[in-house]
C-alpha cells in the first residue's frame, strides 16, 4: 500500500491478556517508531528501530511493553497482562532516511482494556 | 531536553477568518519544528515543517508559521478559515541532524470552525 498500515484498527482486551498490535510500514522505509496517545493527549515515543535494530526504547512504560521488527520490515508491539492503563491509541510511523526529516504515520490502533 | 507547549487547548473561530495557532518551544540543540493535523478517525498529517531553512514556512491547506528563535515560537496561521480545518493540531519538536528521529508533541490544540 501506499502508507503506513495498521492492525487492528480497534482492540478490546480483558484486563491481564496479551495483545499484539501490527505495523506495515512504507516500503523501504529505513526508520520505524511506536507512539502512544492517551485520550485529550499529544502522542508520546515509545519505541524507535532503525531496520531491524531497535536503538531506542527508553519510552516504553514497563516491562510488559516489548516491540520488535526481525526483518527490518513489519513490526510488532506486543504488551502483555495488559491493565486499564493501557487503553489508548497505538501509532506507528515511518520515515524513509536515518536523517529524513518526516515521518509518516498509521491511523492507529485504538486498544481498550476492560 | 526539548518540549513544546501549545498555550491554547481550544480555540474557535468564524469561517472565513483569521486561524492562529500558539506554540513555544524549549530545546537545547537547534530544532526542526512541525505542525501536524489529525482528524477524526484519521492519521497524524504533515502540515509543515522548519529545519532551519527559511524562517517563514508554508505548508498545505494554505496554513503557514513563523520561526522565532528570539521568542522561542513556531505560531501556525491561515488567513482564512475554512470548514474543513476543524481537526486537532499539534506543534511537534525534533533534535535536527540527530539519528534518532525521536518526535516530541504537544498536547493539541482543537480548532473548532463556526459557520
Known amino acids: 500500500g501506499a502508507g503506513v498500515s495498521q492492525s487492528p484498527r480497534y482492540k478490546v482486551a480483558k484486563r491481564g491478556q496479551d495483545v499484539a498490535l501490527r505495523c506495515d510500514p512504507i516500503?523501504?522505509?529505513?526508520?520505524l517508531f511506536w507512539y502512544q496517545q492517551a485520550l485529550g493527549q499529544g502522542p508520546e515515543f515509545l519505541t524507535y528501530?532503525?531496520?531491524?535494530?531497535?536503538?531506542?526504547k527508553s519510552g516504553l512504560p514497563s516491562d510488559r511493553f516489548f516491540a520488535e521488527r526481525p526483518e527490518g520490515s513489519v513490526s510488532t508491539l506486543k504488551i502483555q497482562r495488559t491493565q486499564q492503563e493501557d487503553s489508548a491509541v497505538y501509532l506507528c510511523?515511518?520515515?524513509?532516511?536515518?536523517?529524513?526529516?518526516?515521518?509518516?504515520f498509521g491511523q492507529g490502533t485504538r486498544l481498550t482494556v476492560v | 531536553a526539548q518540549s513544546v507547549t501549545q498555550l491554547d487547548s481550544h480555540v474557535s473561530v468564524s469561517e472565513g477568518t483569521p486561524v492562529l495557532l500558539r506554540c513555544n518551544y524549549s530545546?537545547?540543540?537547534?530544532?526542526?519544528l512541525f505542525w501536524y493535523v489529525q482528524h477524526p478517525n484519521k492519521g497524524l498529517q504533515l502540515l509543515l515543517k522548519?529545519?532551519?531553512?527559511?524562517?517563514l514556512v508554508k505548508g498545505i491547506n494554505g496554513f503557514e508559521a513563523e520561526f522565532k528563535k528570539s521568542e522561542t515560537s513556531f505560531h501556525l496561521t491561515k488567513p482564512s478559515a475554512h470548514m474543513s480545518d476543524a481537526a486537532e493540531y499539534f506543534c511537534v519538536v525534533k533534535k535536527a541532524n540527530f539519528g534518532n528521529e525521536k518526535l516530541t508533541f504537544g498536547t493539541g490544540t482543537r480548532l473548532t470552525i463556526i459557520p
Open positions: 510511523a515511518s520515515s524513509l532516511e536515518i536523517q529524513g526529516t518526516e515521518a509518516f
Open positions: 530545546s537545547s540543540y537547534s530544532p526542526s
Open positions: 528501530f532503525q531496520n531491524e535494530a531497535q536503538l531506542d
Open positions: 522548519y529545519t532551519s531553512a527559511a524562517t
Open positions: 516500503s523501504g522505509h529505513v526508520s
